[in-house]
């Protein structure tokens, strides 16, 4: 199985913590995001990931070299202007498709700076038996910006929680409000359906729902999840690298 890691973003937010490195290198409980993301994807069967790079590009690069690619194939795609989520994972597309028995497997898309317990061959499995385009792991949780579920768990719209714009790309009858987690499970055939440059992915997600296409949500809320954008979370997650035992089980491996 194969697998993509965001890891090309400035890291701002965590400032002053990627005032000197990328985002990717920064630790937790000893241990740099990069790695743990590395090591969650290869308990959960991936061998080969593809991982873009920006800032700070060449220590990502000389940091996988000096471990050896933590045993996984490993290859980077370089953006030498940031290409956002949609446009990052479109010049990657090569990576899903190298052979005629890749098309119909579908991957992994896993933010380098979120960490969870999030059952990732449980999503692949709903993925797969569910037919999906793309499967969104999401939570009940409090967000500044929500996806919204029909029913049946299709993706239907978005809504920002400052101003409450609500933007519906498809009729439901009841709508639930979710956080998204930055963990994505697509079938290659996505690629065929997006533009390239710059663009993001949760847009052309919205905008192949308005079509008809199946991007479904993975309800997480029973999963262990943290968004490491800022240094205060990166800290709490230390602490709770050693409170957590579920946490403890799978990432330290």
């Not at 990657?92 to 579908?106: C, H, K, M, R």
């Not at 797969?128 to 919204?148: F, G, K, M, P």
Request: charged share 20%; proline share 3%; aromatic share 8%.
């Amino acid at each position: 199985m194969k697998a993509m890691i965001l890891a090309a973003g400035l890291g701002t937010r965590l400032r002053p913590l990627t005032d000197n490195l990328p985002k990717a290198l920064v630790e937790v409980a000893g241990r740099t995001l990069l790695e743990i993301t590395l090591s969650r994807l290869r308990t959960c069967g991936v061998r080969e990931v593809i991982i873009n790079v920006h800032h700070f590009g060449d220590l990502i690069i000389e940091y996988l070299k000096r471990n050896d690619d933590f045993g996984m194939r490993i290859e980077i795609s370089r953006e030498d202007v940031l290409l956002d989520t949609g446009g990052g994972l479109k010049r990657a597309a090569y990576f899903f498709v190298e052979n005629t028995s890749d098309v119909d497997q579908p991957f992994i898309l896993h933010n380098v700076d979120v960490i969870s317990t999030i059952d990732l061959p449980l999503m692949v499995q709903f993925h797969s038996e569910n037919s999906a385009l793309a499967t969104l792991a999401v939570q009940d949780r409090v967000t500044d910006r929500y996806l919204l579920f029909d029913e049946q768990s299709q993706l239907c719209g978005r809504q920002s929680g400052h101003d409450v714009a609500t933007e519906i790309v498809r009729p439901a009858h009841q709508v639930q409000l979710r956080a998204f987690s930055g963990i994505h499970v697509i079938s290659p055939r996505l690629f065929a359906m997006t533009g390239a440059g710059i663009f993001s992915i949760i847009t052309s997600y919205l905008h192949l729902a308005a079509e008809g296409q199946r991007i479904l949500a993975f309800n997480a809320d029973d999963y262990y999840w943290r968004d490491l954008g800022r240094p205060h979370s990166v800290m709490q997650a230390s602490q709770d690298f050693k409170q957590v035992a579920a946490l403890q089980k799978t990432l330290c491996v």
